[in-house]
């Protein structure tokens, strides 16, 4: 009897549900949309209102898609947000909207827990730079500005705890890479750190037990789930991961050395360690790779890749237009347009930071800048600058990964920039190393589909389902031709930056 797996990525933009079997092959897929809010400058925020239903229709969507018979998918396992707060009621339900990873506000609190634990001992607990995007800090906004929600939770929820009560397990569980994200963990012994727990008065009992088994079954589908999801009762529910790890897991980073770049709604770029050996610098993150008893150690762009959604919804209104009349993406029609600009982008030079800069450098009073237009300039060269300039921070990352002494070869690229052949080239020919694609660009929720084949005995362990079901399909080699333009474009990046960190950010 052929098996099958279910992967769902619970995104920050949208919910993408995949039917797999166990080779790794996608059987059929459905995505669907949903808003986040911004209420004032910085803030980001969701409501479970919006979140939870799409999963269920998704995961039908796609289940009757494939044609598959429900008694034949074994299990699931969801990807999910990391660094997005859910305060819990009594009944599980949240208190106020969902702070969200992107967002800002607790910035200003930094400074504030660093009074109360030194920087360099807050790094070694929790492998994190004490930066805004960790819920360390917001969860210190919260505490001090919004004190009557803060005494009515009874759940400090990460998303993955909370999805996976959705879905039926009678206990709050998370993985240590969503627990991770809170800034909150013991990275070396994998458990909540008590001592940051105090220091934020943060019962470690209003927190979800943290499972370090990969895939670890926490419920069976109830018939109300089975049938809002399209799956048989009695589907096995299993813990999945913080979705960047989904990611690495669903592009085979397994074992020490392993890269993996990710640039989506969220960038990054994950290097497997085998010890958890921290930045001398302190600003990349080291975290579990969940289910592999080793560890990545990585820094990330807070927009990267929506950055270019940002730039398709404000200036490309043509394309989208053009694009529903041609049944194409418009991303592609931006793409071709793009590709007739010589690399450096006509001397035009954009900062992707809209939400702050994150990474090598770690300034959430960063924001997004284009320098250099002329009369000349064309809405091609200005798409193409924002396509480098998404590029030129993963290449800032890859730069501090090589100041910690972190030797990167060949990276697997996953995410919405391993569709376009055109970008993919541009990374490789930016980074001077090889880009490799997979069987399948969908490794959140490959990875998702993983840990649950694992945690249903359909792989022994993560690493023969990696090799079992994670495939390289192609590869883009560096062209040195034009290593010495984007060379130049990158150090002009760098100086627009520093110009600007001082005065203006």
Known sequence: MAQYLVGIDAGTTGCKTCVFDVEGTVVASDYREYPSYYPKPGWVEQ?????????????????????????????????SQGSIIGLLDEHGETIRPWVGWQDLRGEPYIEEIKKLIPQDRFYEITGD?????????KLAWLKDNEPENWAKTKMFSTEQDYLLRKWGADEYWTDLSSASREGMLDTNNFVWSEEIHELMGIPLEMRAKISTEPGQVVARLSKEIAERSGLAEGTLLCVGAHDQNCSTFGAGAVSGGDTVMVIGTFGSCFVVMDEPNRDPNAKLVVKPNHGLDNWTIEAFSVTSASAFRWYRDTFADLEVAAAKGLQEDPYDLITRAIAGV??????????????????????????GTFVGMSLGTSKAAMARAVLEGISFEMKDILLAQAAAGIEIGAIRLTGGAAKSPMWCQLLADIFQRPIELLQTSETGCLGAALYAGVGAGVYANCNEAAERAVKVSQRFDPDPSVAEDYEEAFN???RVYEALEGDVF
């Open 47 to 79: 409501l479970s209102e919006d979140l939870v239903p799409p999963l269920f229709d998704s995961c039908k969507a796609a289940v009757e898609r494939s044609g598959v018979d429900p008694a034949d998918i074994v299990a699931l396992a969801i990807s």
């Open 342 to 367: 010589p690399p450096g982008a006509d001397g035009i030079t954009y900062l992707p930071f809209l939400q702050g800069a994150s990474g090598a450098r770690l300034n959430p009073n960063a924001r």
């Open 129 to 137: 730079p004490l930066g805004a995007i960790f819920s360390i800090s």
């Open 492 to 494: 002009r990046f760098v």
